[in-house]
């Protein structure tokens, strides 16, 4: 009965760790998609902008 539960507490702790990974990586493409979003908005303005001061 121990070894049972010793084992399903690995398994746990490496769920666990799963999910902390999958959550990580998650941000991580979060955060890399906003500043794309962000310089494309960004240049956007800038070109906007550009065509303001020609017309």
């Known amino acids: 009965m ?3 539960e010793r ?3 690995a398994q746990a702790a490496e769920r ?3 999910r902390a990974k999958n ?5 991580r493409a979060k955060s890399a998609a906003r500043d ?3 310089l494309s908005a960004k240049t956007r303005g800038m070109q906007q902008k ?6």
């Open 16 to 18: 666990q760790r799963e």
């Open 23 to 27: 959550t990580a990586a998650e941000a």
């Open 36 to 38: 794309a979003q962000y």
């Open 2 to 4: 121990a070894k049972k």
């Open 7 to 9: 084992a399903g507490t």
């Open 50 to 55: 550009a065509q303001a001061k020609r017309g």
